[in-house]
């Protein structure tokens, strides 16, 4: 089960596996939470998401402004359907991630990442940039 909807309430939950043993790894639902991140590994840990970001109409033009404490990190969910992949004439699709602090500011990001992808390409100055072959 990926995805429960209520229509008459215009309500839906959304599950997220791993792909090797069906672990569930993902919670968001339509309540305007963030939803949860689900690891197992040495021991099962529940992180809530700084944001659930909805499907590509939703996250494409977005950016997210906030402030982030030196050593922590923020999470965020997206998802991506097959029919969304299936549109191109490739079957492929890229991903830019961008993090990158206020003009000025002291800030020096980390390399954000997406389990289980790798980057194909890789900036980092002032600005991290990442591109994701998905």
Known sequence: MTLVRNVDQAQYSRYGY???????TLVVDS?????????YA????????????????QFAPLSHEGTLTA???????????????????SGV???GVEVQSDVGGLFQPGVPSIDGL???VTGRESVVRLLYLL
Request: negative net charge; aromatic residues 8%; charged residues 5%.
């Open 118 to 120: 790798t980057p194909v």
């Open 93 to 95: 699709v890229y991903l």
């Open 31 to 39: 309540s305007g939470a963030a939803g949860v991140a689900i690891h």
């Open 42 to 57: 040495p021991a099962p840990q529940v992180t809530v998401l700084t944001a659930y970001l909805g499907g590509a109409a």
């Open 71 to 89: 050593g922590t990190t923020d999470s965020y969910a997206f998802n991506l359907a097959a029919s969304e992949l299936q549109s191109t004439t």
């Open 18 to 24: 791993t792909a090797s043993n069906n672990d569930l």
